[in-house]
């Protein structure tokens, strides 16, 4: 009997949005974001709720969203909170790696703004790459290759690399350490943050 204990369960899926929707969604967070910033780090801004109900756009990113967080939750799990925000970073700026697991129990990403997917191909290839504005979801092993040294045959990396895409949503546990590398480009980048709460059904 072989036992693969306790992954990070990661969902991947592209929402179909198309880009005018993405756009004034974009333009919309930009606006808000710009309103409650209080300070010029990415996390100086007054606390707020983009899916508090009083924007269409949010609204109907939410509810395709939450489709693919179903998914990942399966048939013994269930959505008890949504909290939502954006983060805005120009040229240069990182996220330093991190959990968020004092603020929900899963969280999603959403990238209103980026390179197209080409969904005619690969969509894992294309996704799955370092870089530039690299998003990585880490592995929590002390000893995973990367942090230790040696990566055993059953093992992957230590990093799994996201290419933020448009339209693409990730989501995972919010107990996984997570960064993205410094942003290069012109035009300000956006993630668009769902942070939820989970329950467990039937114990």
């Known amino acids: 009997m072989i036992l693969d204990?306790?992954?990070?369960?990661?969902?991947?899926?592209?929402?179909g949005l198309d880009a005018e929707f993405d756009k004034s969604?974009?333009?919309e967070l930009l606006s808000v974001n710009h309103s409650t910033q209080t300070g010029v780090e990415i996390w100086e801004r007054t606390s707020h709720?983009?899916?508090?109900g009083q924007s269409e756009h949010c609204n109907t990113l939410l509810s395709h969203a939450l489709g693919g967080v179903q998914e990942l939750l399966g048939p013994a799990g269930c959505v008890t909170h949504v909290q939502g925000r954006e983060v805005v970073?120009?040229?240069g700026v990182e996220i330093m790696p991190h959990?968020?697991?004092?603020?929900?129990?899963?969280?999603?990403?959403y990238f209103p703004f980026g390179p197209e997917l080409d969904l005619s191909k690969n969509i894992m290839?294309?996704?799955?790459?370092?870089g530039p504005n690299g998003f990585a979801i880490c592995n929590p092993s002390?000893?995973?290759?990367?942090?230790?040294g040696l990566l055993m045959p059953w093992e992957s990396p230590a990093n799994f690399w996201i290419k933020p895409h448009r339209g693409l949503l990730i989501a995972y546990d919010a107990r996984a350490v997570h960064f993205q590398k410094p942003y290069v480009g012109e035009q300000p980048f956006m993630n668009?943050?769902?942070n939820i709460k989970v329950g467990r059904i039937n114990g």
Do not use: H, K, M
Request: glycine fraction near 4%.
């Open 5 to 15: 204990l306790f992954p990070i369960r990661t969902g991947l899926w592209t929402l």
């Open 25 to 27: 969604l974009y333009q």
């Open 49 to 52: 709720n983009i899916f508090d």
């Open 89 to 91: 970073r120009a040229q």
């Open 99 to 109: 959990n968020d697991e004092d603020e929900c129990d899963v969280q999603a990403v």
């Open 125 to 130: 290839a294309q996704i799955n790459q370092s």
């Open 142 to 148: 002390w000893r995973a290759s990367g942090f230790a």
């Open 192 to 194: 668009i943050l769902i």
